[in-house]
């Protein structure tokens, strides 16, 4: 039996906070579906779903484990659409982690135990890298490219965690 794994979130933009939780998450998966929120209502202005999978894909081409699909509507159904029993979370804070146990909750709940959640805290250096921050600092004009993870085989010099 696969061992699958999921990783939701709009993802616009994929930091590299979410590149370390992927690279830390892919040893405990023969499967890592990453889902792209496909639409959000609360985040009108995303760039289109299409343009960040395939962002995401190019950063994973050369890993077998990872997907990138879109999904829409409630985690803990596109875990059971996939086949995952674990939802993987990254946590940078006490804020974080407050929300993220409230949902775990929740989709435990609503699952009857079949889909649990796994937190993983953010590496010290990157507890603060978040989309909305990048987003912001790219409005501004400001250079974002630490923040932004680089495919396999590129210069990962400012990233500890390349494949």
């Known amino acids: ?3 699958t794994g999921i990783f939701v979130g709009s993802f616009d933009p994929f930091t590299t906070g979410h590149d370390s939780i992927v690279r830390r998450a892919l040893p405990l998966f023969d499967r890592l579906v ?8 609360q985040k009108p202005y995303m760039r289109p779903a299409e343009e960040r ?4 894909r190019e950063l994973y081409s050369g890993v077998a484990a990872v997907e990138v699909k879109p999904y ?8 059971r659409a996939e086949g995952a029993h674990f939802i993987v979370k990254g ?5 974080d982690f407050e929300y993220e146990r409230e949902q775990a909750d929740i989709n ?5 135990g079949q889909v649990e959640t796994i937190l993983l805290y953010a590496e010290p250096q990157l507890a603060s890298v978040s989309s909305s921050v990048v987003r912001e600092l790219q409005h501004f004009g400001c250079n974002v490219a ?18």
Do not use: C, E
């Not at 829409?72 to 875990?79: I, Q």
């Not at 435990?108 to 009857?112: A, P, V, W």
């Not at 630490?146 to 494949?163: C, E, I, K, V, Y």
């Open 53 to 56: 999978m395939q962002a995401i």
């Open 146 to 163: 630490d923040f932004l993870p680089r495919p396999a085989g590129a210069n990962q010099t400012n990233h500890p965690n390349s494949l």
């Open 72 to 79: 829409y509507g409630l985690a803990v159904d596109f875990a």
């Open 34 to 41: 990453i889902g792209v929120v496909g639409d959000n209502v």
């Open 91 to 95: 946590v940078r804070s006490a804020k």
């Open 108 to 112: 435990r709940l609503i699952s009857h």
């Open 1 to 3: 039996m696969t061992k």
